[in-house]
């Protein structure tokens, strides 16, 4: 037990140094940060890309970096400083953005870098803690990242400066993102596969409950009527429409458990009398994703589907999302 205790107090140590190493780069960001987002931004108007670098553990951050950048709709690749020296270099192009990554600034294999992309017309963005070293000195634009100390206790593993660095380029793609107008749906695009991309491509319309499972009842049907059609439909609400087929509310069977108690004769009455009068609805070209936000904000678990002109045309039961892996 006791030596549960040491190591949960090591392991709190640990990510106290990483915030503070965190905060301490957040509080030194300044306009080098405005300008390594402008010359990125200008790079991708001439459908240049950014081109992510680093040796050793900054390489592993710089191939996240880089797979979020190009996930968020900045064109991005990570590149190997070693193997680009023996013809990986034919990756980067004129006009392209190297970004580097390098606590000390020092990094053999970056510096031997940097001349050749330099003959390519290529800009070149630090990532360092150390604003005077030599790859700073060869940067276009500088972006301090420094932290005060590592968590290793030898003060040698990359610990809380990788994680500051990896934060940076976070915020780097993120500021990116909105600065361009990327969208939900661009970013859908990029995702095709997987619980994200059908959450952001598919649409109300695709999953929705349409035809002889959609209960549906007129305002003048009884509570019966309405239990018979949500039976029939085996859904576990029904819509409640006027003669032009438009909703005027929502009858669940929560509601019938709810009346019945209270109400031995409820099935006799109009169910009008008894429904949720101007229910939520969502529209059939709103993404799946919308009808999620929908369930868990309101805690429901059926949405009735209309047009544009207020019509009844389908109905989504929470149930139904798992199978079609919206969930």
Do not use: W
Request: charged share 20%.
């Amino acid at each position: 037990m006791r030596a549960d205790v040491d190591y949960i107090r090591r392991a709190k140590d640990v990510l106290d140094i990483e915030l503070a190493g965190l905060q301490k780069v957040r509080d030194s960001l300044n306009a080098e940060f405005a300008d390594a987002v402008r010359l990125i931004l200008d790079c991708l108007t001439r459908n240049g890309k950014v081109v992510v670098t680093g040796v050793g553990k900054s390489l592993h951050i710089a191939e996240k970096i880089a797979a979020t950048l190009a996930s968020t709709g900045t064109t991005s690749v990570a590149l190997n400083p070693m193997q680009a020296m023996h013809g990986d270099l034919g990756v980067v192009s004129a006009g392209d953005v190297l970004l580097a990554l390098s606590y000390s600034g020092e990094s053999e294999e970056l510096l031997t870098l940097i001349p050749a992309a330099r003959r390519m017309s290529v800009k070149i963005i630090a990532f360092t803690g150390a604003p005077a070293s030599a790859l700073a000195t060869c940067s276009d634009v500088v972006v301090p990242v420094r932290v005060d100390r590592e968590a290793c206790p030898f003060g040698m593993a990359p610990t809380a400066s990788t994680t500051a660095t990896l934060a940076v380029g976070d915020a780097l793609a993120m500021v990116l993102l909105e600065a361009r107008g990327f969208r939900q749906e661009d970013y859908a695009t990029l995702h095709p596969a997987g619980a994200i991309g059908r959450a952001l491509l598919v649409r109300v319309s695709d999953i929705m409950r349409s035809g002889s499972r959609l209960a549906q009842v007129p305002q003048t049907a009884s509570v019966r009527d309405a239990v018979l059609a949500m039976t029939q439909a085996r859904s576990g609400s029904t819509g409640i429409i006027d003669g032009n087929g438009c909703l005027l509310g929502i009858f669940t069977d929560g509601d019938l458990r709810r009346h019945i108690t209270a109400d031995l004769h409820i099935l006799t009455r109009c169910v009008a009398d008894v429904m949720t009068p101007s229910p939520l609805t969502v529209r059939g070209e709103q993404l799946a994703v919308d009808v999620l936000r929908v369930f868990e904000t309101h805690n429901i678990d059926d949405i009735l589907v209309v047009d544009a002109a207020g019509k009844l045309i389908g109905a989504v039961d929470i149930q139904d999302l798992p199978k079609m892996k919206i969930l």
